[in-house]
């Protein structure tokens, strides 16, 4: 559909206020590469400070890296880590989703420039469940992978689970089929009694949780023997030009693209943040053989900017 991209593209250009996009960009790619000795200076407009997040009482959650000074002094939060503490993670991350829901859709198609599309697709067709097949899709968000494995069971069933009830709530309107529900739970305790399931999916979400092997070894415990993973998530480009421009791009153009889109640029900054603290795809493949998966296997997608594991459970 190259057509509709282009108009999206164009439509996204006019919704920005170009020459102070170029300035701030043009500043944070001087200090983000240090070459500019005003690295520790803080030059960003009062305006485009956003505090990570607060409770209810407006107190400010703890972030590691991040204080309330930094906030005062007005560093911008590409600045600063936005990362919660592992202890805290789990409501961090339920805030940070709920918080951008409603956007959640648009702006992933348009900082993957809709690449994120295929790649979920490639990853269903890697297990290619059969067509009565029981699957889950943990960390579903707004449900693209529940959507994408739906057509592939007509007579089975598909369940999406999740903890950002918010973030199941804004995909609804594309969920009207009977073979799809959603489930509000935890990645790390899942709702669902042993060997439930013939295939397991998970897109952009094992990042996100605060104890990476619970989640695999809790995903093997709810499929069943000789059942099958699919696991989508971020990765970092091996070819340094490459890698050198992913991170150009999701450091400073994705953060001030959410700026730009009236999204929330802390999560955005959480996004390249929290990739680069993700192990490699080497690692990842570990972590999943040692949490109760065999035959695992990955490849790099989108230039290496993410990687698609597949794993069958133990027999
Ligand atoms: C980046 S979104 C990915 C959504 C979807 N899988 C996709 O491919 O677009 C990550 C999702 O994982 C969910 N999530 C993160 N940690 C979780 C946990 N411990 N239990 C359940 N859901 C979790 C978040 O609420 C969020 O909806």
Known sequence: MPGTR?????SFVATMDAPRIARTMAHNLLTGWGLSRTRQVPTMPQRSIVVPCRDASGTP?????WREADHE????VSQMSVLPPDDDKARYVA?????IAPGYDRMNRLMTFGLDRGWRAAAVSAIAPPHDARVLDVGTGTGDFVALLTPWVPQGLVVGVDFTVPMMHAGRWRHVDRRSQFVAGDALRLPFADAR???VTTGFTVRNVSDIAAAFAEMARVTRPGGVLACLEVAR?????VRLGHRWYFEIVVPQLARALGADP???TYLPQSARRFPAPERLAELIADNGWSHVHYWRVGSGAAAIHVARRHA
């Open 197 to 199: 399931f013939d295939a």
């Open 266 to 268: 802390t999560a955005y």
């Open 95 to 99: 805030q940070m989703f709920a918080r």
């Open 73 to 76: 002094r007005g560093w911008s």
């Open 6 to 10: 282009s108009r999206i593209l164009v």
């Open 237 to 241: 480009p091996q070819q340094v030009l």
């Open 61 to 65: 959650i703890p972030a590691s890296g």
